[in-house]
């Protein structure tokens, strides 16, 4: 069972990687899945809140931030270290075929950093500041799963490796979301559109 299911995460990630590519897509992508590139989003993001919330905007950036560490350390400390699965730019079998856009990265691909962090950020937000503003919510998720997708695109990345990022970030944007809607001191309970 499991050999089929690698074997067909290999297939798919020569799919996605190989054969569904497109020259503007390979221009975009490397930019789009790089985390530097959405700097200014999370600033603008910051400054939203606190224009809007004041102290309470500030304290939903925090645990935001708090969420999305907490991903990442279940991806990056947790997760990689525990499976050791190598990328498919350091699989010697897979890397002859793969076409890497961007550098291939040091650490291990399971689970993948980059949607397991963009996909809490997005799915915490959905579950706090959507109850506020219902229209972000699947474009938030859709955002981080473009991400997601950008990084097997680019070659660093099996297609599970980034499904079970996913997973990790939603997962724990969940529970932290739950615990902040749970505190009426910095909750959103007073916070209008």
Not at 40 to 46: D, G, I, R, S
Not at 82 to 103: F, H, I, N
Not at 160 to 168: C, E, H, I, M, W
Request: hydrophobic fraction near 50%; charged fraction near 20%; include cysteine.
């Amino acid at each position: 069972m499991l050999n089929e299911l690698i074997q067909f995460d290999h297939q798919l990630f020569h799919l996605i990687n190989g054969e569904w590519h497109h020259p503007w897509l390979d221009a975009i992508m490397p930019l789009w899945r790089d985390k530097k590139t959405w700097i200014p989003f999370y600033v603008l993001l910051a400054g939203f809140l606190f224009y809007k919330y004041q102290w309470k905007g500030l304290v939903l950036a925090a645990a935001v931030g708090l969420t999305v560490g907490l991903a990442d350390i279940a991806s990056s400390k947790g997760l990689k270290k525990s499976v050791e699965r190598l990328r498919p730019c350091q699989d010697v079998e897979v890397r002859a075929e793969a076409r890497l856009l961007v550098g291939c990265g040091r650490s291990y691909s399971f689970t993948s950093s980059h949607a397991a962090n963009h996909f809490a950020m997005a799915a915490f937000l959905a579950l706090t500041l959507g109850r506020i503003y219902r229209r972000i919510r699947w474009p938030l998720l859709l955002w981080a799963a473009s991400i997601a997708y950008g990084q097997v695109y680019v070659g660093v990345h099996y297609p599970l490796d980034v499904f079970f990022g996913a997973l990790v970030g939603i997962l724990i944007a969940y529970i932290m979301a739950k615990v902040y809607l749970r505190r009426g001191v910095i909750g959103i309970e007073g916070m209008k559109e």
